[in-house]
């Protein structure tokens, strides 16, 4: 028995057509806007993943900012312990003491920071022991410096090594296509890879975003559904050392099995492409996604061949690689394609001469 909140009654089942109509939601991959995030010092806990994550113009300028906040702070506090202690005022007396040596202004003290922040050293200015708070603040510089480089440094490695450009050399068809291939109605696309260096255990995902309402009235709006791109049989594990089309059987654990031609143009989704693999030349992994929408799936077509067989090497024309031709498709969808199939097997076994020969 199902347990019942005290007070309240379960929502009535509410008739699809005469259900409340939710406004039509634009694709998705990327308009979905993350808004009023109130724990935001989140963020702020994992400060090497939000630099590294950053713009490369934020970036660049947060990797700037760091040292010159740093030689302006030091640089202050070396110009006030100067100014303290008289050393301002006591430039080019022999006799004195000074704390910190030729530090006649900010400027000055500004130099000197930068000089000890980073090891430059000239020698014309410097910090003595005749006082411990300049020991100590040289030694905190130096200690401040050092964590500065090492994450800095880390961040600006990690930022260029980052697989993310590996991305822009894995391509996919510009549409879909839904066409017969065994007697199956299959939705295909292609992708390819432009490197010579292939993707180590390369794998590809495919998600269906639609919104949807159900039968108790409860709207949905973005709805993930897995498509099968050949996990039960390895299929979806690549080895693109050519472009390959990857293929969707259209089966009764299908979204698109009850979809025709027609309905397809009153639809409106989104399916989300994801490729993953590792490049060969780092180790690291990368991750290619790209999307079509209803109206980038072309049904009744299939993709043009861009291999030819040359010299005794397979040629790729990456030129042909999003060329298309019109083939012949009933527009019905795959589930009435599967009952007129019974239907006709059913009436040929009717038919059967042994059949008949029994009546």
């Known amino acids: 028995r199902a347990p019942q909140c005290h007070g309240l009654s379960p929502a009535p089942l509410m ?16 308009q979905v806007n993350l808004g009023n995030i109130q724990d935001k010092k989140r963020f702020l806990s994992d400060i090497f993943t939000t630099i590294v994550d950053l713009k490369y113009r934020w970036f660049l300028f947060v990797f700037m900012m760091c040292y010159v906040v740093t030689w302006v702070v030091f640089g202050f506090i070396y110009f006030l312990d100067a100014w303290v202690r008289g050393d ?64 800095m440094v880390g961040c600006m490695f990690v930022k260029i090594s980052r697989p993310k450009k590996r991305a822009q050399t894995l391509i996919f068809s ?27 255990d390369a794998k590809i995902r495919a998600k269906l975003i639609k919104s949807r309402q159900t039968a108790e009235g409860e709207f949905i709006p973005l709805e993930q559904s897995e498509l099968n791109l050949g996990y039960d049989t390895g299929e ?69 061949s861009c291999m030819s067989l040359e010299k005794g090497a397979f040629q790729v024309d990456y030129s042909r690689f999003e060329m298309t031709f019109e083939v012949q498709t009933p527009a019905a969808s795959a589930k009435e394609l599967q009952e007129l199939r019974e239907l006709e097997q059913s009436s040929q076994a009717l038919s059967s001469p042994a059949l008949l020969g029994r009546t």
């Open 236 to 304: 979806d594990r690549l080895f693109l050392v050519e472009p390959q089309i990857i293929c969707h059987v259209i089966n009764r654990h299908s979204p698109f099995w009850d979809m025709s031609a027609e309905s397809l143009r009153r639809e409106q989704f989104e399916i989300i492409i994801i490729l993953e693999g590792i490049v060969e030349a780092t180790g690291m992994t990368c991750q290619a996604r790209t999307s079509y929408t209803e109206d980038e799936i072309l049904w009744g077509y299939r993709f043009e």
């Open 15 to 30: 008739d699809p057509d005469t259900a409340p109509q939710h406004p039509k939601l634009p694709p998705v991959l990327c």
């Open 174 to 200: 510009k549409n879909c296509v839904i066409s017969l291939r065994d007697e199956k109605l299959c939705l295909m696309f292609r992708v390819g890879d432009l490197r010579e260096s292939h993707m180590v």
């Open 88 to 151: 301002v005022w006591h430039q080019g007396d022999p006799e004195w003491q000074a704390c910190i040596e030729n530090v006649d202004g900010f400027v000055s003290a500004l130099l000197l920071s930068v000089e000890s922040q980073r090891t430059i050293g000239y020698g014309t200015r410097m910090v003595t022991a005749n006082c411990a708070e300049g020991v100590i603040l040289l030694i905190a510089q130096s200690i401040v410096g050092s964590m500065i480089d090492a994450m």
